[in-house]
């Protein structure tokens, strides 16, 4: 690593990780770059293979590679286009099939966790797409057996109580997106009681509406009260800085260092 690299590698008791776009170029050269700076890296998998105009494929070997010289571990976005709450029950099991697959191509990399959008269905009310997702959720747990752990069911612009209950009802865990709850203006501080059903949190800064932007000092306290909560219960799982810009992640980076200092390191 040069030496006016900045890192923020084995820092804390839990690991801090990017997204694998934070240069416009493919997977595999994001986590090059990323490999000495952060302890994870977040795959981005937004479109599901039968949508994807580009090609949907991953060097297995190659990240393998990488994560054993540089101890790095990975989380997985699964893609954003799945409708496990659709009406159509054929665009359902659709969804469950993408999932399965796609864990499966991606289980030798071990990754932490495995984040899901659930998506709203216009026009249908939320009683009947709760109903929806509980039966697609129990068939999806079916398939993946204890592996159903390691899908993070993650919160987005819908009041996720609800949501969360059919996550612990069928053993999936939740992803918990801070920049998302401050957003909507949900209360980022509801989301704490998640904690422990909880592998990945998703941290980025928000300004006038718009998220996923460098944390500045304007999101200070919140950064730190985040930190102690991490603390209070041992959290070892992933936070990832979720933002698409390198000059974003590296702002971030400063400004966790500044915050949070190094209080809590990882015991090597």
């Known amino acids: 690593m040069q030496k006016d690299q900045i890192s923020i590698k084995r820092r804390y008791n839990w690991r801090v990780g990017a997204t694998s776009f934070v240069v416009p170029d493919d997977i595999m050269s994001n986590v090059r770059l990323l490999s000495d700076m952060v302890d994870n890296v977040q795959l981005l998998f937004f479109e599901s293979r039968g949508s ?4 949907h494929s991953v060097d297995i070997p190659g990240l393998l590679q990488v994560a054993k010289e540089h101890d790095l571990t990975y989380t997985v976005h699964l893609p954003s286009d799945l409708r496990l ?6 665009l359902r099991q659709q969804a469950i099939d993408e999932i399965v697959r796609l864990s499966a191509e991606l289980d030798c990399l071990g990754p932490i966790c495995y984040d899901l959008h659930l998506l709203p269905e216009d026009g249908l009310s939320d009683s009947k797409w709760l109903d929806n997702l509980d039966a697609s959720l129990n068939k999806l747990s079916d398939k993946l057996g204890s592996a159903a752990r390691l ?4 919160n987005l612009d819908y ?6 209950t059919l996550a612990g009802r069928h053993g999936f865990s939740v992803t918990l997106d801070i920049g998302h709850a401050l957003r909507f203006q949900h ?7 998640y904690l422990l059903n909880a592998n990945h949190i998703h941290y980025h800064g928000v300004i006038q509406g718009k998220d996923h932007v460098a944390l ?6 919140i950064t730190r009260q985040l930190g102690m909560e991490l603390e209070k219960v041992n959290f070892e799982g992933v936070v990832t800085l979720e933002m698409y810009s390198l000059d974003f992640l590296k702002e971030s980076i400063r400004v966790i260092d500044r915050v949070w200092g190094r209080s809590v390191k990882c015991e090597v």
């Open 159 to 164: 009041q996720f109580d609800p949501v969360a």
């Open 216 to 221: 500045s000092a304007a999101q200070d306290r």
């Open 151 to 154: 899908i993070g069911i993650e």
């Open 52 to 55: 994807s105009l580009l090609e």
């Open 187 to 193: 209360g980022w501080e509801h989301l704490i009681k």
């Open 85 to 90: 709450g659709a009406t159509d029950f054929n």
